[in-house]
């Protein structure tokens, strides 16, 4: 057993916590006070390390519990848990996520991030060199959109009672620039993606089967979908309509995306421009902003923006 949770603490779950922003995310939270984080990851081994690393910052309320966001029986065991033990949940960090691609050896571009001549590249070089070294398939979109669509989706779903339970309910999904509608080359599903008084989950869910049908068939940039890392941006952008239709359901809670920049991590090879705590900081900055805050925005590196 933890030591005990002190009264009048929010209690703050994030997913995929073992590494990277969603890592340094619990640092900030555990580090900020008066918040009980519960750091979840897949494996175990992992989340519980990073549990043990943040202790040692001394940040003590912060305690681990297994959560593989694809597999229903894992969600339903945290959910359970959290209501069990807090009978609320205040902050809910959606950060898992996975990139939707196949890593390939032999980048076309032969520096690494280690390079000297690495840090030379702009953003838009260093994404290029993530294009050339990898590819996307079928199976590899799909489990993108399985992952951080219908995953985050679905913990959210879970944990909602538990977030009304709170007189401050709050979530934020970790989102991305490649989220916004800026890369749909189709005006008809730019403005149906952007339409969320009248999108339904039922339509997004359509939308992603077609997606899929038209990526296997090679129709997919005819179509009019992103044609570079599509699947992760057809994932984020659903995933910002769908907080969009949440907040509006939902005015008692705070719902919010936030894009943490371009990190340093494993999911860009470690080809990002800012540090992990720098990424974390424009997540924890949405998770904390004042009572009463905005609700169904986008944030851009801790900036409200537009989702197209
Ligand atoms: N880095 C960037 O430049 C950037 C930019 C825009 C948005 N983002 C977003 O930031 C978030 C964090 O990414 P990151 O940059 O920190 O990358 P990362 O280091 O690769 O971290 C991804 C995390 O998601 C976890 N995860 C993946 N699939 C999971 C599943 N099924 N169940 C539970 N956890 C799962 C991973 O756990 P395992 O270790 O078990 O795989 C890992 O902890 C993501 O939502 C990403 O899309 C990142």
Redesign the pocket.
């Known amino acids: 057993m933890e030591g005990a949770t002190p009264l009048n603490t929010r209690i703050a779950v994030v997913?995929?916590?073992?590494?990277?922003?969603?890592l340094e995310a619990c640092k900030q939270l555990a580090g900020g006070g008066a918040i009980t984080v519960v750091l979840?990851?897949?494996?175990e081994t992992?989340g519980a390390a990073a549990v043990e690393q943040i202790k040692r910052l001394g940040h003590a309320h912060v305690i681990f519990h297994q959560?593989?966001?694809?597999d229903a029986s894992s969600i339903a065991r945290l959910a359970d848990f959290l209501k069990t033990r807090f009978g609320k949940l205040d902050i809910l960090v959606n950060?898992?996520?996975?990139d939707g691609i196949e890593h390939v050896i032999d980048p076309v571009y032969g520096l690494t991030p280690g390079d000297e001549a690495f840090n030379g590249m702009d953003a838009g070089q260093r994404i290029d060199w993530m294009w050339t070294s990898c590819r996307q398939t079928y199976e590899t979109a799909k489990q993108g959109l399985q992952?951080?669509y219908y995953?985050t989706k679905r913990v959210t779903e879970a944990l909602l009672p538990l977030l009304r339970s709170s007189s401050d309910g709050r979530i934020v999904n970790?989102?991305?620039?490649?989220g916004l509608l800026s890369f749909f080359r189709s005006e008809e599903l730019k403005q149906e993606l952007n339409g969320v008084d009248r999108l339904t989950e039922e339509r997004l869910d359509e939308l992603l089967a077609e997606f899929l049908r038209d990526f296997e068939s090679g129709g997919a940039e005819a179509r009019g979908w992103p044609a570079e890392f599509s699947a992760y941006k057809v994932a984020?952008a659903a995933m910002n309509a769908y907080s969009r239709i949440l907040a509006r359901r939902h005015p008692e809670l705070r719902v919010n995306c936030a894009?943490?920049?371009?990190?340093k991590?494993?999911?860009?090879r470690n080809s990002?421009i800012l540090t992990?705590e720098e990424?974390a900081r424009n997540i924890t900055s949405v998770a904390l902003l004042p009572e009463g805050g905005p609700t169904g925005r986008y944030f851009s590196e801790g900036e409200e923006a537009s989702f197209v």
Request: hydrophobic fraction near 25%; glycine fraction near 20%.
């Open positions: 997913t995929g916590g073992s590494k990277g922003i969603g979840t990851a897949r494996d992992r959560l593989d966001i694809t950060n898992a996520a996975t992952t951080n995953g970790v989102s991305s620039n490649f984020k894009h943490p920049g371009y990190v991590t494993d999911i860009t990002g992990p990424g």
